[in-house]
T-cell receptor
Framework: NAGVTQTPKFQVLKTGQSMTLQCAQD?????MYWYRQDPGMGLRLIYY???????DKGEVPNGYNVSRLNKREFSLRLESAAPSQTSVYFC?????????????????FGPGTRLTVL | AQSVAQPEDQVNVAEGNPLTVKCTYS??????LFWYVQYPNRGLQFLLK??????LVKGSYGFEAEFNKSQTSFHLKKPSALVSDSALYFC????????????FGAGTRLFVKA
């Protein structure tokens, strides 16, 4: 039981290059998330997928796209990387999203991808 | 609008002493409140949550948190700190109405000195 896995662990891009960050979970969770973590700013939600087949914008979606490939996998794509996208990216999952249950909303995080855009 | 504040960037405590990491929140309706911990070069790890019921919730590694509705606070506590508790701690809040998004605080770095 690996939990949430992310690839790659590290990446260096040049401005304008594209790349896809991969995320997979093996906990049969319905909801998945992409965050970025920047010093002093905590975690900011980029996109989320409340359930398979749906995706929605979070707090900072500009410059990113996502795909919920299936229940297990949720990828994040940078089409044209910019230095402002230098950050640590975390994927997370939770059993449920909204008010369907009173609990089961805690999120499980992957180890992160450290991205540098030059 | 939903928000969460962690007023201290850093908390220093001696090993064996009690620790408190503060968190206040603003949300419409009844909140779901969470604490997560992040060790160096790792993802966040769930510690505990408050959904409803007893205001004092217990979590992993001997941590507990007290929900105070009148003060809109959810401070993290531990009676006796360990050096291994040194990490970055995040408070998070989620409304149980509306958009259901979870908002994270900026984090508080805890240093426990031997």
């Amino acid at each position: 039981n690996a939990g949430v896995t992310q690839t790659p662990k590290f990446q260096v891009l040049k401005t304008g290059q594209s790349m896809t960050l991969q995320c997979a979970q093996d906990m049969n969770h319905n909801s998945m998330y992409w965050y970025r973590q920047d010093p002093g700013m905590g975690l900011r939600l980029i996109y989320y997928s409340a359930s398979e087949g749906t995706t929605d914008k979070g707090e900072v979606p500009n410059g990113y796209n996502v795909s919920r490939l299936n229940k297990r996998e949720f990828s994040l794509r940078l089409e044209s990387a910019a230095p402002s996208q230098t950050s640590v990216y975390f994927c997370a999952s939770s059993k449920f999203w909204g008010s369907l249950t009173s609990g089961d909303n805690e999120q499980f995080f992957g180890p992160g991808t450290r991205l540098t855009v030059l | 609008a939903q928000s969460v504040a962690q007023p201290e960037d850093q908390v220093n405590v001696a090993e064996g002493n009690p620790l408190t990491v503060k968190c206040t929140y603003s949300v419409s309706g009844n909140p779901y409140l969470f604490w997560y911990v992040q060790y160096p070069n790792r993802g966040l790890q769930f510690l505990l949550k408050y959904i409803t019921g007893d205001n004092l919730v217990k979590g992993s590694y001997g941590f507990e948190a007290e929900f105070n509705k009148s003060q809109t606070s959810f401070h993290l506590k531990k009676p006796s700190a360990l050096v291994s508790d040194s990490a970055l701690y995040f408070c998070a809040v989620r409304a149980n109405t509306g958009g259901f998004k979870t908002i994270f605080g900026a984090g508080t770095r805890l240093f426990v000195k031997a």
